[in-house]
């Protein structure tokens, strides 16, 4: 069982930059590989980048790749999204989620946080 709570959300303007932050505790983090979704009001949730559980392999959706990075810091049990060039489209509910085994794109992940709101003004 891990817990997972993130933060680092906020209201930025179009361009700017955040960077978010999930902590897990409860079990043994490295052992997870962890992903990041989004959802926008009305809109289903979506993948938006995914990490091993070394912190070796990263996938992103094609919508963010060059501007959001994925990170790990397995000895603060934390994760990180790095969000860059922010756009308004990038408005959403941002949830961190963790898996036993590889990380995927899809929504299999067996621990799921409460989610931090972004929301990016044009």
């Known amino acids: 069982q891990v817990q997972l709570v993130e933060s680092g959300g906020g209201l930025v303007q179009a361009g700017g930059s955040l960077r978010l932050s999930c902590a897990a505790s409860?079990?043994?983090?490295?052992?997870?590989?962890m992903g990041w979704f989004r959802q926008a009001p009305g809109k289903e949730r979506e993948f938006v980048a995914a990490?091993?559980?070394?912190?070796?392999?990263?996938q992103y959706a094609d919508s963010v790749k060059g501007r959001f990075t994925a990170s790990r810091d397995n000895a603060k049990n934390t994760v990180y999204l790095q969000m860059n060039s922010l756009r308004p489209e990038d408005t959403a509910v941002y949830y961190c989620?963790?898996?036993?085994?590889?990380?995927?794109?899809?929504?299999?992940?067996?621990?799921w946080g409460q989610g931090t709101q972004v929301t990016v003004s044009s």
């Open positions: 990490i091993s559980w070394t912190g070796g392999r990263t």
């Open positions: 409860g079990s043994t983090f490295s052992s997870y590989s």
């Open positions: 989620a963790a898996r036993v085994g590889g990380a995927t794109m899809t929504l299999e992940y067996d621990y």
